[in-house]
């Protein structure tokens, strides 16, 4: 695709909910990361991929969060039991291969709010 | 530990003057060093990367950046600034010894009076 794309762009769900948030890299790319940003702890890390496999997921704030992706392409960042310090935006970003100095291209991102 | 130090929040200047944003890192080695912009509801943008050679890089929008191994600084700069400038700047090192992951400042917003 000409961007990476993210959906929902918007997410509202009650405390306890489990939301998904999908993430297309573009075309070709093989590395993905998701970042958090929120207002008390800016834009922090949360894992990455090459390929399939995740070598990365020291980000991840605790075990209700999850992420996969499959045929090297779509990923998918899960919250189980949402909490309200979880509400952030979500950012995906791709990359050619994973190399250093590399351009990470970021898409639009997922708000996510838990009441 | 790696770290990414933007001393100023927020930033407001009148349209034409000129602009420089500060950051400052932590890096055992040759860091790999991003400039990004956040316009509001959008997603990041590079502005300029450096990772090597010529310490002055060009970017996108009219932006520079110099990269002074010696104050660890890599301060974004513009002669001339528009009022479609008016965004969140990040800047960010690349963690090369952390599968390239991004490590970034607090940010700073930039607000530009007509």
């Known amino acids: 695709g000409a961007g990476v794309s993210q959906s929902p762009s918007n997410k509202v769900t009650e405390k306890g909910k489990d939301v998904e948030l999908r993430c297309d890299p573009i075309?070709?790319?093989?590395?993905l990361y998701w970042y958090r940003q929120s207002l008390g702890q800016g834009l922090e890390f949360l894992i990455y991929?090459?390929?399939?496999?995740?070598?990365?997921k020291s980000g991840l704030p605790s075990d209700r969060f999850s992420a996969e992706r499959t045929g090297g392409s779509v990923s998918t960042l899960t919250i189980q039991r949402t909490q309200q310090e979880d509400s952030a935006v979500y950012l995906c970003?791709?990359?050619?291969?994973?190399?250093?100095?590399?351009?990470?291209?970021f898409g639009p991102g997922t708000r996510l709010l838990v009441l | 530990a790696q770290s990414v130090t933007q001393p100023d929040i927020h930033i407001t200047v009148s349209e034409g003057a000129s602009l420089e944003l500060r950051c400052n890192y932590s890096?055992?080695?040759?860091?790999?060093l991003f400039w990004y912009v956040q316009s509001p509801g959008q997603g990041l943008q590079l502005l300029l990367k450096y990772f090597s050679g010529d310490t002055l890089v060009q970017g996108i929008k009219g932006f520079e950046a110099e990269f002074k191994r010696s104050q660890s600084s890599f301060n974004l700069r513009k002669p001339s600034v528009h009022w479609s400038d008016a965004a969140e700047y990040f800047c960010a090192v690349g963690a090369a010894g952390g599968y390239n992951k991004l490590i970034f400042g607090a940010g700073t917003r930039l607000a530009v009076h007509p």
């Open positions: 075309s070709g790319h093989t590395a």
């Open positions: 991929f090459q390929g399939n496999s995740a070598p990365d």
């Open positions: 890096y055992g080695a040759t860091p790999y």
């Open positions: 970003a791709s990359i050619v291969a994973g190399g250093p100095g590399e351009t990470q291209y």
